[in-house]
């Protein structure tokens, strides 16, 4: 296989792995939603946890995504 | 007509100054908007403070504000002890927050998209966790990567996945701010590239381009909340470590 097309195929299929980012990502911020709306007086002293919890579930879908580019334009 | 999404990240040399060991020392791009966020950072604040008025007009409000929210993500995350890393959790935030809403500007250059300055920073913390970790606790800091409670079979795995877990962190915590701004502007770059692609096809193509115009604009409006919520994000996570190395007991 020509080495530049490996390259962009292998960059797509790196970037299959911000999905599970996304699933994750769409669970806490709907857990958050339904719990907010259960106690809404209790949501915002959990703003922080929630910020917290998104910041290290996106930091996965993001290395996928920096092997991409990586893929991309580093190698 | 091509369109390359990562010339808006090169390295300018303005101003050579030597050349130390082949490599070469030199005012670039990169030095100079450092130079424009920390004196509007200074500006705005400064500026806002000389006149302390007991109601505050808007720029003294806008000090106010940061002043406060920073304070209090400090405080509910590491404590009333943590408050004395206030001004350096302040000093983050404040650079970190302005170096993405200046980098949002067109035509101008995003320090925290070159990987270098968010590591410099990442790893500035990480040493600061770990120096005042030991200082403070001697080698009690170490109690960190051994939780309570945990059977003794499978501690040694444990204490593997902490220590893991914890020299990773200058890691992501970089990689993060780095990505997310990178990320940002290529998908902006690249819509912009669709707009003039379509508007070079014709009359037809006019309106074709209206949508990722459209688009553009929707993009720069999420560009900055993502430019705010990755320099609270950066915050937030440097006084959870930071809080680790006050309470290092689990």
């Known amino acids: 296989m020509d080495p530049t097309a490996a390259k962009y195929i292998g960059a797509g299929i790196a970037c299959i792995g911000m999905g599970g980012a996304g699933v994750g990502v769409g669970i806490i911020f709907g857990n958050y939603l339904a719990a907010a709306l259960r106690n809404p007086s209790a949501a915002q002293g959990q703003f922080g946890n929630l910020i917290f919890g998104f910041a290290i579930t996106e930091a996965l879908g993001i290395f996928s995504l920096l092997i991409a580019l990586l893929l991309l334009f580093g190698l | 007509m091509q369109i390359d999404p990562i010339h808006q990240f090169e390295i300018k040399t303005l101003l050579p100054m030597m050349n130390v060991g082949g490599h070469q020392i030199s005012f670039n791009n990169s030095a100079l908007f450092m130079f424009i966020i920390v004196g509007t950072v200074s500006t705005l604040l400064i500026g806002a403070t000389t006149r302390r008025a007991v109601v505050p007009g808007r720029l003294q409000s806008i000090a106010e504000l940061s002043y406060e929210f920073v304070a209090n993500t400090v405080r ?175």
């Open chain 2, 76 to 250: 509910s995350s590491a404590g009333t002890e943590g408050m004395k890393f206030f001004p350096f959790v302040f000093t983050l935030f404040m650079f970190v927050l302005f170096a993405n809403l200046i980098g949002l500007i067109p035509y101008s250059f995003t320090v925290t998209s070159q990987l270098i300055v968010t590591a410099t920073l990442a790893l500035l913390v990480f040493f600061i966790v770990v120096g005042y970790g030991f200082w403070k606790n001697g080698w009690h800091f170490l109690n960190l990567f051994v939780p309570k409670g945990v059977p003794k079979l499978i501690l040694p795995a444990i204490v593997f996945i902490e220590v893991l877990s914890f020299l990773s962190r200058p890691v992501s915590h970089s990689v993060r701010l780095f990505a997310n701004m990178l990320a940002g502007h290529i998908t902006l770059q690249v819509f912009a590239g669709f707009v003039i692609m379509l508007a070079g096809a014709g009359v037809l193509g006019w309106f074709g381009a209206a949508l990722p115009f459209i688009m553009v604009v929707l993009l720069t409006a999420l560009e900055f909340l993502v430019a705010f919520l990755q320099a609270y994000v950066f915050a937030i996570l440097t006084c959870i470590y930071l809080n680790d190395a006050i309470h290092p007991g689990h």
